[in-house]
């Protein structure tokens, strides 16, 4: 099973809402991803998770707040955005170990997410 | 400016025809992936090439990893409706760290 779940798969909100986009793997994966896709733009890198611990941020605006609360899920707190943050929000995971597989990221079919 | 090139960025070809992806750069990767992604979904791992001079079939798809780990290439053979999409590159090269390519939108017509 490769996996990867996230929700809600469509989201609309506010400026001045506050909301949380989901993401959930059963697979024992120990490094998940957070990305932001414009149309027709390939992903962009936000945040990676590395043993439920921040290991990298992308200089992402402090509207963004990750949370990893096992090495199972991983959210993502979206208060006061813009318009511009209008986008496929899409979470991944790879095993995050020193090994082949360790190169392989398996992605979530997205959230929609559209800030108005 | 982007760590990984690929080209072209656009292909628009009849069922039955051959074409190429070519994912380039001028950085060493650990390893590289090929994900295809419809509208509206999130990428689908197709391969990884981890080996310099790596080749891996998958049916009619041909995946190669340049000698120099620098650079790879998807052949697709006599392609098919249903390869439309989205084909991405994307390398790795600190740990856990993925660098994508611009991307190729394939559109195969019937």
């Known amino acids: 099973d490769t996996e990867v779940t996230q929700t809600p798969k469509h989201l609309v909100m506010g400026m001045t809402n506050k909301k949380s986009l989901k993401c959930e793997q059963h697979?024992?994966?120990?490094?998940m991803y957070w990305y932001k896709q414009k149309a027709k733009k390939p992903p962009e890198l936000m945040f990676v998770y590395s043993y439920e611990k921040l290991s990298i941020n992308e200089s992402v605006p402090s509207r963004f707040s990750p949370e990893c609360p096992n090495s199972s899920l991983l959210n993502l707190h979206l208060h006061a955005l813009q318009p511009e943050d209008s986008a496929l929000y899409l979470c991944a995971s790879s095993p995050g170990l020193a090994a082949r597989e360790s190169y392989e990221q398996y992605f979530g079919p997205g959230t929609r997410l559209t800030v108005t | 400016t982007q760590l990984l090139e690929q080209s072209p960025q656009f292909l628009s070809i009849q069922e039955g025809e051959n074409l190429t992806v070519y994912c380039n750069s001028s950085?060493?990767?650990?390893?590289l992936q090929w994900y295809r992604q419809e509208p509206g979904e999130g990428p689908v791992l197709l391969v990884t090439v981890v080996t310099g001079g790596e080749v891996k079939k998958l049916k009619r798809l041909t995946f190669q990893f340049g000698d120099a780990r620098k650079d790879s290439s998807l052949h697709i053979t006599a392609a098919q409706p249903g390869d439309t999409g989205l084909y991405l590159c994307?390398?790795?090269?600190?740990?856990?760290?993925?660098?994508f390519g611009s991307g190729t939108k394939l559109n195969v017509k019937p």
């Open positions: 697979m024992g994966h120990r490094a």
């Open positions: 994307a390398g790795a090269r600190a740990f856990n760290k993925f660098y």
């Open positions: 950085s060493v990767f650990s390893s």
